[in-house]
C-alpha cells in the first residue's frame, strides 16, 4: 500500500473537481480511499506536498508513425498526406525503424504525461504488432490499429478486404486486452481510401471480436467533396460510415467539424464518439469544430494530438488550442481531457478520474513556474492550461506503477 500526498484534483464533474490531499492506492495499483484529512498511513508514504496529482491524461487520436513528420507545411489535407505522410508510413515497413521510432514514440507520450492513447499505427501488420510489443514494455495504456487502405494511396500501403480482416484477426487475438490495457481497434484511415467492401468487411470483425474502431470523419470541406464524388449515393460522408456499418458506441471519430445537425444524430444516436483534435485543426487550417452543437446533440467528445498534423506531444498544450477553439473555463477543459476520453472509450469505471476503486493513473504537476500550488484553483488551472507543457508533468503512475522518470 502506498498513500500519496499532495493537492490531489478529479474532474468527473466539468463544472467543479473533486479536491483531496491523500490517495491510498494498493498493491494491485487500485485507489482504494480519497481523504482531505491525514488517514492511518499503512505502508510507504509519497510526499508530493508541492505538487498537484491530476488524472492520468487521455489522447484519443494520435498517428504513430507521422512523429517525426510535424510542423510539416504544405496545402489541402490531401497534399500534405500525399506528400508527407504516405512515404513516412511506408518507411515503418522496415522492422527496424518501426522499432526505434516506437520506442521513442511511447517514450515521449509518457514523459508528456499521457497515461492512455488511442493511436495509428501504420499499414503494416509487423509495424503493428512491434507497436503493441513497445506499449507493452513501456506500461502506458494504449488502444492501437493497424491503418487500412485499399485505394487512393501509394500501392505499398494498400491491401485487400480479404487480407484486412486476415492481419485484424491475427493481431487482435493476440492483443486486443492484453493486461487489461492493450486494446485493438479497427482502423481504416478514411472513407477517401477505403471502399465500402473494405469499411463492411472491418466492420463486421470489429462486430465479431468486441474491438475497438477509429476513423477519421468531415476534416476538411475538399475532403468531404472527394467523399461524395466516390460515394454518390451516400447522403452525408457521415451516412457512409453508417451504411458501412462503422458507427457505433466503440467507435472513436477524429475532427468532425463540418457536419450537419443530421450527421449529429446519426453520430448520437449511435453512440459514436467524437475526438476533438483542435491543434491539428489550426494546423491545416480545416476549420473550428463547434463543441457546443455536439454537446448539444448528446454527443461525448474527448481530445486528441493528432500528431502529426498536430504539433504538441502534450495534452496541456492540446488543451490550450481546444480553449482558443472553443472558450472554456479550464474545469471543463481538464474534464474532456480526462472523463471525456475514458467515456470515449467506455472506461470510465476505470480510469478519467481519481476515485475509490478505479485504477491508479495518475501525473504528478509541478506548477511552481507557473503559480504554486496555493491560491485560487480556477486561477491555477488556467495558468497550467494556457502556459504549461511537459516540463509541469513531474511524474507518469499507470495502474499505480511509477513510469517516467523510472
Request: aromatic fraction near 8%.
Amino acid at each position: 500500500m502506498r498513500t500519496y500526498r499532495a493537492r490531489i484534483l478529479s474532474f468527473e464533474n466539468p463544472s467543479s473537481p473533486s479536491e483531496y490531499r491523500y490517495m491510498s492506492v494498493n498493491d494491485e495499483g487500485h485507489i482504494v480511499a480519497l481523504s482531505r484529512e491525514k488517514p492511518a498511513i499503512t505502508g510507504e508514504l509519497v510526499d508530493y506536498s508541492e505538487y498537484l496529482i491530476l488524472p492520468g491524461f487521455i489522447d484519443t487520436h494520435i498517428h504513430l508513425p507521422q512523429l517525426h513528420e510535424r510542423a510539416r507545411i504544405s496545402g489541402s489535407l490531401l497534399e500534405w498526406l500525399e506528400r508527407y505522410i504516405f512515404p513516412a508510413e511506408g518507411r515503418v515497413a522496415d522492422p527496424n525503424f518501426a522499432r526505434e521510432v516506437n520506442e521513442e514514440f511511447f517514450s515521449l507520450l509518457l514523459r508528456n504525461g499521457t497515461t492512455t492513447a488511442v493511436v495509428f499505427s501504420s499499414s503494416h501488420r509487423e509495424a503493428t504488432e512491434i507497436a503493441f510489443e513497445e506499449a507493452m514494455k513501456s506500461g502506458i495504456r494504449a488502444v492501437i490499429g493497424q491503418v487500412l487502405m485499399d485505394m487512393n494511396g501509394p500501392g505499398e500501403l494498400l491491401t485487400t478486404p480479404e487480407r484486412a480482416v486476415e492481419d485484424i484477426k491475427a493481431v487482435a487475438s493476440r492483443w486486443h486486452g492484453f493486461d487489461g490495457r492493450l486494446f485493438y481497434a479497427v482502423t481504416p484511415r478514411f472513407a477517401v481510401s477505403c471502399t465500402m467492401e473494405l469499411m463492411r468487411a472491418s466492420a463486421e470483425v470489429a462486430r465479431e471480436m468486441n474491438l475497438y474502431v477509429q476513423t477519421h470523419l468531415s476534416e476538411q470541406v475538399g475532403e468531404i467533396e472527394e467523399v461524395l464524388r466516390l460515394f454518390p449515393d451516400a447522403e452525408s460522408y457521415t451516412d457512409v460510415y453508417l451504411r458501412a456499418g462503422l458507427l457505433g458506441e466503440r467507435t472513436i471519430v477524429a475532427h468532425a467539424i463540418h457536419l450537419s445537425d443530421r450527421e449529429r444524430k446519426m453520430l448520437a444516436d449511435t453512440g459514436t464518439k467524437v475526438a476533438h483534435c483542435p491543434s491539428s485543426n489550426f494546423f491545416l487550417h480545416s476549420g473550428v469544430m463547434d463543441l457546443k452543437a455536439q454537446e448539444k446533440a448528446g454527443l461525448t467528445v474527448s481530445l486528441g494530438s493528432d500528431v502529426g498534423a498536430g504539433p504538441f506531444l502534450s495534452m496541456l498544450e492540446v488543451m490550450r488550442d481546444a480553449y482558443y477553439a472553443n472558450p472554456m473555463g479550464p474545469f471543463k477543459a481538464f474534464h474532456l481531457l480526462t472523463m471525456g476520453g475514458a467515456r470515449a472509450l467506455g472506461m470510465e469505471d476505470r480510469i478519467g478520474s481519481l476515485e475509490a476503486g478505479k485504477e491508479a493513473d495518475f501525473v504528478v504537476i509541478d506548477p511552481e513556474p507557473l503559480a504554486g500550488t496555493g491560491g485560487e484553483l480556477e486561477v491555477l488551472l488556467s495558468r497550467l492550461m494556457i502556459l504549461g507543457d511537459e516540463r509541469n508533468v513531474t511524474a507518469r503512475y499507470v495502474r499505480g506503477r511509477k513510469l517516467w522518470p523510472s
